[in-house]
């Protein structure tokens, strides 16, 4: 993939529109952002460094792991993965070019609402909307995300805008989690705070009061899903954060290794493997390669803990500092929508893993905003959501 490298109205040609368009359905298609690496060289000199920075403390973490080889291995990997999307966000220049993600995104809801009410019916909403290959949690923070897209995108017609808007919102709440809730509520405020027209803050601020009222006291006051949003239960996060924290106390430099750490989180690790909620409660089991691999899949609830127990100090000091840079550039630049991403995502983190790849689309969305924050700052003419 090339395009101009001082080109501020860059559009990708279509092809690759669609496959953005994709990812949410089929999200390997991400892997096509490999073919864009070689655009980190135009970045400013700063971006380099700091991307320099947090590969080397990436692999250097891995000299300090209990299985140095195997780490060293592993952080290689995704350390390709996560330049890999941050590359794409560099090739996509504008947080307008992720507007397909929405098409895709429409497909996942129409799927998770379909196989639930088909599988289960009715039943199955109560218990909370689920997906085949999404959970609950992930399917909550892409409704989030979607509903950013339809609000942000400026000059897109109603027709589609308002029913799109309402499965976005009825997908949300159908899924329940809290999480997502958070990441609403923050990355809508630091999106409004940035630049946001009173329209499109009105939109925002009048959608929150609404969803809080027919919950509180309207038809939703009688459906679990939405109830569940009220809950300040931790659902067991406080037990898997000590078991996080102590796995990292057992190899403070280096972690115990990424993608390793599912053993030591005994709180998680003792259920065996599980698949989506949506498909155990279709008595759909664990095969038997995916047992033995069960521990790579479990994660410790919170972003900073997270790499921590499998980076340990190094690794999370260079993810630190792409955050802190990432989200002082975004700050500058005044974009909207990768402000709504990267606080948003900060917000949820404190809770769930969401930066963590490979993942079902969201987590590399936020690598992709990152690379796109670390261009250099564009002359302010109007919302980048515009």
């Known amino acids: 993939m090339t395009r101009p490298a001082d080109d501020p109205s860059f559009r990708p040609p279509k092809w690759v529109s669609w496959l953005i368009a994709g990812v949410p359905v089929f999200p390997p298609l991400y892997l096509a952002a490999f073919g864009s690496l070689k655009l980190l060289r135009t ?12 590969a080397s403390t990436q692999l250097l973490s891995s000299l300090f792991t209990p299985q140095p080889l195997l780490s060293l291995g592993l952080n290689t990997a ?46 199955g909403v109560q218990a909370r909307l689920g997906h085949p290959y999404y959970y609950i949690v ?6 989030v995300v979607a509903l950013w897209i339809v609000v942000l995108w400026r000059g897109g017609s ?84 000590e078991d996080a924290y102590e796995a990292w106390q057992t190899s403070p430099i280096g972690g115990v290794g ?36 069960y521990g790579v899949w479990l994660i410790a609830h919170n972003n900073v803990l997270h ?13 630190l500092a792409v955050y802190g840079y990432a989200i002082f550039l975004t700050v500058r630049n005044r974009d909207v929508f990768s402000a709504a991403i990267l606080f948003g995502f900060t917000a949820i983190g404190t809770v769930d893993v969401v930066i963590a790849v ?14 796109m924050s670390f261009l250099p700052s564009r002359p302010v003419s109007g919302s980048s959501a515009e």
């Open 43 to 54: 970045l400013p000199l700063t971006a380099r460094w700091i991307l320099f920075f947090f």
């Open 78 to 123: 995704r350390t390709l993965f996560i330049l890999a999307m941050i590359s794409a966000g560099v090739y996509l220049r504008d947080s307008r070019n992720l507007r397909p993600l929405l098409w895709g995104e429409l497909i996942i809801f129409a799927t998770a609402w379909g196989y639930t009410l088909y599988t289960q019916g009715f039943a």
């Open 138 to 143: 992930a399917l909550g923070l892409i409704a």
């Open 158 to 241: 109603l027709w589609w805008r308002i029913p799109a808007g309402a499965l976005a919102v009825a997908t949300f709440i159908a899924a329940g989690s809290r999480g997502p809730l958070l990441a609403l509520v923050v990355g809508s405020v630091a999106a409004a705070a940035l630049r946001l027209s009173r329209r499109g803050f009105f939109i925002i601020a009048a959608t929150l009061a609404a969803l809080t009222l027919i919950t509180v006291y309207g038809p939703l006051s009688h459906f679990k899903p939405a109830q569940r949003l009220l809950t300040d239960q931790t659902t067991g996060r406080e037990f898997v954060w």
């Open 258 to 293: 990424p993608y390793q750490g599912g053993p030591y989180l005994t709180y998680l690790f003792k259920d065996g493997c599980q698949v989506t909620p949506t498909l155990a409660r279709n008595k759909v089991e664990c095969p038997q390669w995916a047992s033995r691999l």
């Open 307 to 319: 790499w921590l127990m499998e980076t340990g100090l190094l690794g999370t000091l260079g993810l």
């Open 358 to 371: 490979p993942d079902t689309h969201f987590a590399e969305i936020w690598w992709v905003v990152v690379g």
